[in-house]
């Protein structure tokens, strides 16, 4: 019963993250999460089976971080939207003064020139000072992140890395942070390129996340069918004494 | 006291053991590389000789009871799920990842790796995964794996060791498949024959409980009736 049981806590943690995913399919630069199942420890069996026959104890989930699966780019003709392209991400300054990376290019200009993201409205690291009264459409962005306004340069966005993706800790703002097990934000590789005028789109895919979610209710539906049908047998063996 | 009491008992003891055997195959029916188990059930103590205790001649044999004698896991390779992520891997056809853990290497097909802090391919529990030259595998620059740099290793002797992992000696002279990216193995629990398992074996237990509850009533009968002597 209690292998059962396993299976059925396992499926509702994916149900969970599904739920989550689900909910961010349209978040820009939003990466979905990887959930992988794995079986639990083999025991000898208890009397009823001969020495040898091993029996499981059911399976556990463990999220394994975010997909590095590449988003689909989607054209919004924004001059200060950016796209990333292959691995890494935009370096911006928390309020308190961390690093956090983020691969939402949705940006745009605070009240004195800073270039700041949309949600949360976090500076770039290092910040980003465009000249006053520059206009957002006389601002051109370059693939390696070069930033010129009418012509003059005034910056370069900072793409970094890290070595284990998966392992970054998500915050809230579609932000993310290094963790140990993430290793420490490096410059991004040279195939690592930003494009203007694009954006990033959720890798959440509405029809594999429909499917998966499906499938999980019903690997849930058989573990509690499990249960009931130990359950019947415990009340069988009741009935042995009238 | 009645040997038949005791023999449907350990049937019903050896159907337990089923259930529960089948239970861990339906919780794992989501498990990527995952591979079912089927048990069989013997008489133990195979044959009991009986003899008509006044002639001596022989009546024939009886046996005394179930157990499972035998699990047998089905190794067979299952259908590959496209997945696309760059770190799922696969292995298309036979052969086993290896993984260097603290008991030793050990051996799976649940090809859901990641990365660690240094750059190299980790299985969930953060174990570094093994390349054809026995050294850990490390990740390109741009984050993905070379699937040619994988080792793959046939295996005989395999045994189940939890965390998607077995135990096995090393067959290297055997073909094996090759990997693939971006996919991984499903499972090997077929749902509909497993809950019809579960059904029979839930018969067969039933069945065990109604031969306890008859010679259970034979007994009463036997001590109460017989016993009853008209006066």
């Keep these: 019963m209690y292998t059962a049981a396993a299976g059925m806590a396992a499926q509702q943690r994916r149900l969970d993250s599904l739920g989550n995913d689900l909910a961010n399919v349209s978040t820009t630069g939003y990466k979905h999460v990887r959930v992988a199942f794995r079986d639990l420890v083999y025991t000898q069996a208890a009397r009823g089976g001969a020495d040898g026959v091993e029996l499981g104890s059911g399976a556990a989930v463990r999220t394994l971080g975010r997909t590095t699966q590449q988003g689909a780019i989607k054209q919004t003709g924004e001059p200060l939207d950016v796209a990333i392209t292959g691995e890494g991400f935009l370096a911006v300054r928390m309020p308190d003064g961390r690093q956090a990376l983020t691969r939402d290019g949705q940006l745009r200009l605070d009240a004195t020139g800073r270039l700041v993201t949309a949600t949360g409205g976090l500076l770039m690291d290092p910040s980003i000072t465009l000249p006053a009264g520059t206009q957002p459409d006389r601002i051109a962005i370059g693939a390696d992140g070069t930033i010129t306004a009418d012509g003059r340069a005034a910056g370069r966005l900072r793409l970094v890395t890290v070595t284990a993706p998966g392992a970054l800790d998500g915050g809230a703002d579609n932000v993310f942070f290094a963790t140990r097990g993430s290793g420490a934000p490096t410059a991004a590789p040279a195939t690592t390129s930003v494009q203007q005028g694009a954006l990033e789109s959720s890798t959440v895919d509405i029809g594999s996340a429909m499917t998966d979610m499906i499938s999980t209710q019903r690997a849930f539906e058989l573990a509690s069918k499990a249960i009931q049908m130990q359950d019947q047998m415990l009340e069988v063996a009741n009935g042995v004494k009238r | ?231």
């Excluded at chain 2, 067969?204 to 034979?218: L, N």
């Design chain 2, 1 to 231: 006291m009645e040997r038949g009491l005791y023999i449907a008992a350990s049937g019903m003891l050896a159907e337990q053991v089923r259930q529960d055997q089948l239970a861990n195959d339906l919780a794992n029916a989501s498990t990527p590389g995952y591979k079912s188990d089927r048990v069989s059930q013997h008489s133990f103590a195979r044959e009991l000789d009986l003899v008509n205790r006044r002639s001596g001649a022989a009546v024939g044999t009886l046996g005394a009871g179930a157990i499972i004698a035998e699990k047998r896991t089905d190794l067979t390779p299952q259908t590959l799920k496209e997945t696309g992520e760059p770190l799922d891997l696969a292995v298309a056809g036979e052969g086993y990842f290896q993984v260097q853990t603290a008991q030793g290497v050990r051996y799976t097909r649940d090809g859901s790796f990641t990365a660690d802090a240094q750059g190299r391919l980790v299985d969930q529990a953060g174990d570094p995964v093994l390349g054809a030259d026995g050294r850990p595998v490390r990740l390109n620059a741009d984050g993905t794996v070379d699937p040619a740099r994988v080792g793959v290793v046939a295996l005989t002797n395999v045994a189940k060791a939890g965390d998607g992992r077995y135990t096995g000696t090393p067959d290297r002279g055997a073909e094996t498949g090759t990997v693939r990216t971006g996919a991984i193995e499903t499972s090997g629990v077929d749902a509909s024959r497993t809950m019809i398992e579960m059904i029979g074996s839930l018969r067969a237990f039933e069945a065990g409980q109604r031969a306890i509850t008859t010679i259970d009533e034979t007994l009463r009968l036997a001590s109460g009736q017989v016993g009853n002597l008209p006066g």
